[in-house]
């Protein structure tokens, strides 16, 4: 009994309480002891000045004040967030309060340069949204957007872009070379003939009266009183500072494009790579993300279901495709490709015969102009002049068709295919361009014989092409005026009717005739040949991009009205 009354007065301590807390028992503490406690965690909602368990308290009442909310745990009183927005007591705040201001006039150096660089940025953003604010037909593209969806919008966002493009273009070649020639004396006519020279002298203007048809078809073609004018690169005088301007102009023109040109592909690269890579689930993507809410009208939204449905599909399909490419024997795969080498021969046998047509019509015109019949009939010769730009015209209108048609025959999946045809579209436009050019550069070099008959006097073809500059100024001015007239023609003599047709016949027939959409990557392609044809003939015709503008400006106030040519886009 003695034993036991002894270990529990030793248990109770010497005074006979409870036992001190610093006291160990086994190397650890009680307050260590209880402080890995569960309930321990609810000290982060009491405030740091709430003392752990096991803890004496120093003093009952006034004793633990705010000097031991802020030494209690100085490391919870350095928490980021806003006093307010912190699930403690009112002394464990205003101390937590206090610590940041200390803290923030520690760091007033540091605060200050932040707080400038914090200013810095809100004023380029709200900068940059001014500027966006000024840009022409904003809200009409948001509108357009709204109404047709994010394709239709980003075609006509490149329109303005490049409608920029131009304007700024039409501006420097202003600046740099018209003026300058207009105020150093700008020749009155063209050069007479030379005495000691039959080079450099040719007659734009025909002898006596011109009737109105002669007038309008000079205007179509570039020639007559066309012909010596700021349009084209023969009307400029062969000055020393005239010539530096004139250079200086074309590559100021071309470096700004392309800078210009670079920012805008790099604002969009992230999206493009995101899309690219597959990070994005294609599935998760289209069914959570495609959908554009701001579209209005039943029939926009009901072109969007039809859209994202047909892409789905394209997906569903090119898996199917591809279960089925992994499972094909030897000899099914070796016919698959013998179909696309036979398939992609024709294509080049279609591509060749367009080509050497380009070739063969640049070349006759010669010879037709020669002709008495052709010579005495105005409208006849319009006719002849135009056969290069017609036959061009023809060609990237219908082999198109014939790609989208051979195209489902490789046994390529639908995104495969949509490449190969956009592929072969824009090298039939631009290698169309590229014939043409060698086609007149043939006629102007006689071939590239200047022993030749024609070349032998003045280095090239003078008797049938006095001033070649201006002939392949002309060549590209009839090229961009045959593309102006063709759209206007198809939108208001084919789309227009087609869409009124359509809204007064709403049953089988509007069914058969087809609702008209607005095809954004057609309509991307025709852009970017009208610009590519600017680009190639602005040397030989500095007002080509004048001209462009024009043609630009007609487009978007023709294709933006809602009601006028298309309901929606494809």
């Given at each position: 009994?003695?034993?036991?009354?002894?270990?529990?007065?030793?248990?109770?301590?010497?005074?006979?309480?409870?036992?001190?807390?610093?006291?160990?028992?086994?190397?650890?503490?009680?307050?260590?002891?209880?402080?890995?406690?569960?309930?321990?965690?609810?000290?982060?909602?009491?405030?740091?000045?709430?003392?752990?368990?096991?803890?004496?308290?120093?003093?009952?009442?006034?004793?633990?004040?705010?000097?031991?909310?802020?030494?209690?745990?100085?490391?919870?009183?350095?928490?980021?967030?806003?006093?307010?927005?912190?699930?403690?007591?009112?002394?464990?705040?205003?101390?937590?309060?206090?610590?940041?201001?200390k803290d923030q006039v520690a760091d007033s150096s540091e605060s200050k340069a932040s707080h400038w660089a914090l200013?810095?940025?809100?004023?380029?953003?709200?900068?940059?949204?001014?500027?966006?604010?000024?840009?022409?037909?904003?809200?009409?593209?948001?509108?357009?957007?709204?109404?047709?969806?994010?394709?239709?919008?980003?075609?006509?966002?490149?329109?303005?872009?490049?409608?920029?493009?131009?304007?700024?273009?039409?501006?420097?070649?202003?600046?740099?070379?018209?003026?300058?020639?207009?105020?150093?004396?700008?020749?009155?006519?063209?050069?007479?003939?030379?005495?000691?020279?039959?080079?450099?002298?040719?007659?734009?203007?025909?002898?006596?009266?011109?009737?109105?048809?002669?007038?309008?078809?000079?205007?179509?073609?570039?020639?007559?009183?066309?012909?010596?004018?700021?349009?084209?690169?023969?009307?400029?005088?062969?000055?020393?500072?005239?010539?530096?301007?004139?250079?200086?102009?074309?590559?100021?023109?071309?470096?700004?494009?392309?800078?210009?040109?670079?920012?805008?592909?790099?604002?969009?690269?992230?999206?493009?790579?995101?899309?690219?890579?597959?990070?994005?689930?294609?599935?998760?993507?289209?069914?959570?993300s495609a959908w554009d809410f701001g579209l209005c009208g039943k029939e926009n939204v009901r072109l969007r279901q039809?859209?994202?449905?047909?892409?789905?599909?394209?997906?569903?399909?090119?898996?199917?495709?591809?279960?089925?490419?992994?499972?094909?024997?030897?000899?099914?795969?070796?016919?698959?490709?013998?179909?696309?080498?036979?398939?992609?021969?024709?294509?080049?046998?279609?591509?060749?015969?367009?080509?050497?047509?380009?070739?063969?019509?640049?070349?006759?015109?010669?010879?037709?102009?020669?002709?008495?019949?052709?010579?005495?009939?105005?409208l006849l010769k319009l006719v002849v002049d135009y056969l290069p730009s017609i036959f061009i015209s023809v060609v990237?209108?219908?082999?198109?068709?014939?790609?989208?048609?051979?195209?489902?025959?490789?046994?390529?999946?639908?995104?495969?295919?949509?490449?190969?045809?956009?592929?072969?579209?824009?090298?039939?436009?631009?290698?169309?361009?590229?014939?043409?050019?060698?086609?007149?550069?043939?006629?102007?070099?006689?071939?590239?014989?200047?022993?030749?008959?024609?070349?032998?006097?003045?280095?090239?073809?003078?008797?049938?092409?006095?001033?070649?500059?201006?002939?392949?100024?002309?060549?590209?001015?009839?090229?961009?005026?045959?593309?102006?007239?063709?759209?206007?023609?198809?939108?208001?003599?084919?789309?227009?009717?087609?869409?009124?047709?359509?809204?007064?016949?709403?049953?089988?027939?509007?069914?058969?005739?087809?609702?008209?959409?607005?095809?954004?990557?057609?309509?991307?392609?025709?852009?970017?040949?009208?610009?590519?044809?600017?680009?190639?003939?602005?040397?030989?015709?500095?007002?080509?991009?004048?001209?462009?503008?024009?043609?630009?400006?007609?487009?978007?106030?023709?294709?933006?009205?809602?009601?006028?040519?298309?309901?929606?886009?494809?």
């Amino acid at each position: 009994m003695e034993g036991s009354r002894t270990w529990i007065a030793e248990a109770w301590g010497p005074s006979g309480g409870w036992p001190d807390p610093q006291e160990t028992r086994g190397g650890r503490s009680l307050a260590s002891v209880l402080n890995e406690l569960p309930s321990v965690a609810t000290l982060r909602y009491r405030g740091p000045g709430v003392v752990p368990w096991g803890t004496l308290e120093e003093e009952e009442d006034g004793g633990r004040s705010l000097q031991s909310f802020a030494g209690a745990a100085p490391v919870e009183l350095q928490d980021p967030h806003p006093s307010r927005e912190l699930p403690w007591p009112m002394q464990a705040r205003r101390a937590h309060r206090k610590s940041q201001a200390k803290d923030q006039v520690a760091d007033s150096s540091e605060s200050k340069a932040s707080h400038w660089a914090l200013k810095v940025s809100k004023s380029k953003e709200k900068m940059k949204e001014g500027l966006q604010t000024l840009q022409p037909w904003a809200w009409t593209l948001k509108r357009i957007g709204g109404q047709f969806g994010a394709g239709t919008e980003s075609y006509f966002s490149l329109l303005r872009f490049l409608l920029f493009l131009n304007m700024m273009a039409s501006v420097l070649e202003v600046c740099m070379t018209l003026l300058p020639t207009w105020l150093e004396g700008a020749p009155l006519e063209s050069p007479r003939p030379n005495i000691s020279s039959s080079c450099g002298s040719y007659s734009t203007h025909t002898q006596g009266l011109v009737s109105f048809p002669s007038q309008l078809f000079n205007l179509l073609s570039g020639e007559g009183y066309l012909e010596w004018s700021p349009l084209f690169y023969g009307f400029y005088p062969p000055r020393s500072n005239v010539a530096v301007t004139y250079l200086c102009s074309v590559f100021a023109i071309g470096l700004i494009c392309l800078l210009l040109i670079l920012h805008r592909s790099v604002s969009g690269l992230k999206q493009t790579l995101l899309a690219e890579s597959g990070a994005l689930t294609s599935y998760s993507h289209r069914v959570f993300s495609a959908w554009d809410f701001g579209l209005c009208g039943k029939e926009n939204v009901r072109l969007r279901q039809r859209i994202i449905l047909y892409e789905l599909q394209v997906e569903l399909e090119e898996a199917l495709v591809w279960r089925q490419a992994a499972t094909q024997t030897m000899g099914q795969r070796a016919k698959v490709w013998l179909v696309r080498l036979l398939l992609n021969l024709l294509v080049l046998a279609l591509l060749g015969a367009a080509f050497y047509g380009i070739y063969w019509a640049t070349g006759y015109t010669v010879d037709l102009q020669e002709m008495t019949l052709v010579q005495q009939t105005p409208l006849l010769k319009l006719v002849v002049d135009y056969l290069p730009s017609i036959f061009i015209s023809v060609v990237n209108f219908v082999l198109p068709f014939v790609f989208n048609f051979i195209a489902p025959l490789e046994g390529l999946t639908r995104s495969r295919q949509v490449v190969f045809i956009l592929l072969r579209t824009v090298f039939l436009r631009l290698a169309s361009l590229l014939v043409l050019l060698f086609s007149l550069w043939n006629q102007i070099t006689c071939g590239g014989d200047r022993e030749a008959e024609a070349c032998k006097t003045c280095g090239y073809n003078y008797k049938e092409l006095p001033c070649w500059e201006t002939r392949l100024g002309q060549e590209m001015y009839k090229l961009l005026v045959f593309d102006l007239l063709t759209g206007l023609a198809v939108m208001l003599f084919i789309q227009f009717p087609r869409k009124i047709f359509c809204g007064l016949c709403p049953g089988a027939l509007c069914r058969l005739a087809g609702n008209q959409e607005f095809q954004v990557p057609d309509e991307v392609l025709r852009l970017i040949y009208s610009q590519t044809v600017v680009w190639v003939g602005s040397f030989f015709c500095p007002l080509l991009p004048l001209l462009n503008t024009v043609k630009f400006l007609l487009l978007f106030y023709l294709k933006k009205h809602p009601d006028g040519i298309y309901s929606g886009s494809g």
